[in-house]
T-cell receptor
């Protein structure tokens, strides 16, 4: 158990809908990262937050957004969902903003029908 | 940009066989290198890491050495077990030290 929690574990929804994925980092970790794992693209970095502020952006679509709250949990919002958004979404956390180990949560499997 | 290339799988071995999973990288500077493992239905777990050239990371019988001259970080284990069956990902820390850049993953299947 990494100490990173993600909810829900599974999410099934329809095209055009909007969903929210939630992540709670390990106790004491200030950085939260979001990754997408799909069969065709592999594991891709989406976005990073550190202590409530956005720090780095990867291949995140404009339909997707994230935030980190004062209690350090983070939410990833996915809107106008398409079939291709079906994937496993991982959250990871680390102590510092860069250079430290990232600990991964169990992931949320999103299926868009 | 930075990238990681690892050998395609699946790799199928018998118990107690020797394991090598090749990983090479392209990056500017001197990134940190990692191996993560993903067991079925679970998230990624850090297996080992190395932060500078010639460093050897090791954990649970697995080893990998940071080779700057060949830009490689191959994963090895002398004697695999059925419980090692999983997907193994090689990764590097990007130049800013924020995101991890992953290889495509190598599936290892060990039979008794």
């Amino acid at each position: 158990d990494s100490g990173v929690t993600q909810t829900p574990k599974h999410l099934i929804t329809a095209t055009g809908q909007r969903v929210t994925l939630r992540c709670s980092p390990r106790s004491g970790d200030l950085s939260v990262y979001w990754y997408q794992q799909s069969l065709d693209q592999g594991l891709q970095f989406l976005i990073q937050y550190y202590n409530g502020e956005e720090r780095a952006k990867g291949n995140i679509l404009e339909r997707f957004s994230a935030q980190q709250f004062p209690d350090l949990h983070s939410e990833l919002n996915l809107s106008s969902l398409e079939l291709g958004d079906s994937a496993l979404y991982f959250c990871a956390s680390s102590v510092r903003t860069s250079g430290s180990e990232q600990f991964f949560g169990p992931g949320t499997r999103l299926t868009v029908l | 940009g930075d990238s990681v290339t690892q050998m395609e799988g699946p790799v199928t071995l018998s118990e107690e066989a020797f394991l090598t999973i090749n990983c090479t990288y392209t990056a500017t500077g001197y990134p940190s290198l990692f191996w993560y493992v993903q067991y079925p239905g679970e998230g990624l777990q850090l297996l080992l890491k190395a932060t500078k050239a010639d460093d050897k990371g090791s954990n649970k019988g697995f080893e990998a050495t940071y080779r700057k001259e060949t830009t490689s970080f191959h994963l090895e284990k002398g004697s695999v077990q059925v419980s090692d069956s999983a997907v193994y990902f090689c990764a590097l820390g990007n130049q800013a030290g924020t995101a991890l850049i992953f290889g495509k993953g190598t599936t290892l299947s060990v039979s008794s």
